[in-house]
């Protein structure tokens, strides 16, 4: 009887011990997603537990929830999650998932640096891509300390930006990203790069800030070392660069299609009517195209332009101002036709 029941008890215990191990497979080794294509999670600053485990729950299936839920309660990280863009891929166990997450393995992303207009545009742009908050962004942006900090004033600091797309973590600080931006910046400024601009006489800065004019006269990326002749002609010869799309930054209407007479008298720094030589600093990010372009601008003679009567997005380059205003009337004789205002 004895032998028995010790017998009995081993099988029941074997069935306890077979549960046991089949109900930790079921919970924490088999598939945490029920998605078949890979899924990302976002963990912030604010995010609690129980935030995490709401923005898990469209992801997870039944069982893998509970036991996410059950490993969280006994490990460290039910006190403070840790921030950061998770993928969940198809088919990963439980335990994988907990693992990475309180391990803080998240997965990188490819962010694009856009060639915005304003500081306040590219926060936004920054603000909908990573954890940081877009105020705090474009307050920094706008802070004249800050921006001395990397080497730059209110003015130049979008020079420091190269539109590109580039590898970065969804949780990283405000400071690292912006030293990553100071080195991207470096490596773009190659020791060729810095030759020909000083060739030119001008600095990194004043290059980006002559090719985001160049960006804004035209979008025919072949005319751009054309357009950037032409006002390196005026700089040397001491003639205002009388950019329009100066005078759209000026007014902050990026939106004008025709700068009348009057508005070519607004005061301010930015308006090459007004003031000779270039701005304070670029009126956009410029592109690396406009960069490139000013750095190999064609040498000509030419010291006017005037966007060509078909619309076409090129210009009627002239010499003299003669032969400029001739081709200014043709421009404006078409725009009056087809009542653009």
Known sequence: ?????????????SLCLLAV???SYYYFMTAFSKVDEVQYVYVDDDDTIDS??????????????TGFSTLMRHTDYGRQPRTGRY??????????????????????????????????????VLGRKLMIDSVQIAAALIDGVYCQRWGY????????????????????TLDHFMERMVREHDTFWTAGRLKKAEALGLTPNEVSTLASIVDEETANTAEKPMIAGMYLNRLRTGMPLQAD?????ALQ????????HDMLFID???????????????????????????????????LYMCAKEDFSGSHNFAASYSEHLRNAARYAKALNERGIK
Request: glycine share 6%.
């Open 253 to 260: 209407d990026f939106g004008l299609r025709r700068i009348y």
């Open 87 to 124: 993928a969940i891929e198809p088919g990963e166990p439980t335990w994988d998932v907990m693992h990475k997450m309180r391990n803080g393995q998240q997965q990188a992303m490819m962010l694009t640096i856009p060639e915005s207009r304003t500081m306040k545009a590219l926060a936004g």
């Open 153 to 172: 004033d209110t003015c130049t600091i979008a020079a420091l930006f190269v539109p590109n797309t580039y590898e970065v973590y969804w949780n990283v």
């Open 268 to 302: 301010n720094p930015y308006n090459t009517y007004r003031h000779t030589g270039l701005p304070p600093g670029p009126i956009k990010i410029a592109s690396v195209k406009g960069i490139d372009a000013v750095l190999d601008a064609v040498k000509h003679n030419y």
């Open 245 to 249: 799309p100066t005078v759209k930054f």
């Open 1 to 13: 009887m004895k032998l028995s029941q010790t017998k009995y008890l081993l099988a029941a215990a």
């Open 52 to 65: 995490v485990m709401t923005k898990l729950q469209p992801i997870a299936t039944t069982h893998g929830l």
């Open 21 to 23: 191990v089949g109900l």
